[in-house]
Structures are given as C-alpha cells and as structure tokens.
C-alpha cells in the first residue's frame, strides 16, 4: 500500500535555480527580550553631590530611541531637576550611561534622591534610585 499522505518541501529561487531541494526549515526559536533592570553604580550611597551630579551605570536592555528618564528629588519629594539620560550600546543588546546632570539646589542640606527610569508601551516604570546628600 501506498502512503497517501501530503508531503511538503520548502525551496527558495536560489535552490530551484542550483536543482537543489533543501529540507524544512527548523523551527524558528525567537529569545525572549531580557527582562529591564537599570543599576546606578556611581555615585555611592550617601555621597555627598552638587549640581551637576554625575551618575554612571547600566541597563539589561537598549531603551527605546537610547534614552533613559531622569529625575532629581528633595527630601520632601519636591522635584529639582528631571530629563534625558542617552545610553551607550546597540538595540537588542545591554546599555551603560555616563550622565552630568544639572538640577535646581535645595533650599537646605538635606537627602536627596536621584532616579533613573524607563517607561514601558504599557506605562510600566522599571527604575533605580540613588540616594545622595545635599549640603556641608
């Protein structure tokens, strides 16, 4: 008895032009984007800073267009300063920053905290926080 099941061949014009007939293509496996996680490595916990800040570190995942957000808060939460933060490295691989960043002085030494963030098509926020000094 004969096997009348369909068979299928995949080939390209380049094999039909060789005479040549490949076999099915393997199944495409696409690697999942890494989850974002962003990690200020500088400056420390507890350093003391002026304006500009400079803060250094690094991202698991090239942010859309190579930028990440920034925002610099008092105490109190009160922004001080906030905007764009462009990334070194290439889409579909990991990202580091360098950054001097100008904010307005608090009023009085105190604590302050330095943010940096990605926002997500769906409005998630993956961020890390530095957390600095202001003042003598």
Do not use: C
């Amino acid at each position: 008895p004969s096997d009348r099941r369909q068979r299928q061949i995949y080939i390209n014009d380049r094999d039909l032009v060789a005479g040549a007939v490949l076999a099915p293509p393997a199944a495409q496996q696409s690697t999942p984007a890494p989850q974002q996680q962003i990690v200020i490595e500088t400056p420390q916990f507890g350093t003391q800073v002026g304006s500009p800040v400079v803060l250094t570190g690094r991202a698991a995942r090239f942010p859309d267009a190579g930028l990440l957000q920034y925002q610099i808060v008092d105490g109190q939460g009160v922004s001080l300063g906030a905007g764009t933060i462009p990334v070194q490295g290439s889409p579909g691989g990991d990202a580091r920053f360098n950054a001097s960043l100008s904010f307005q002085p608090p009023a009085a030494p105190g604590p302050l905290r330095a943010f940096v963030f990605e926002t997500d098509a769906a409005g998630r926020q993956t961020a890390a926080v530095a957390e600095l000094r202001w003042g003598p």
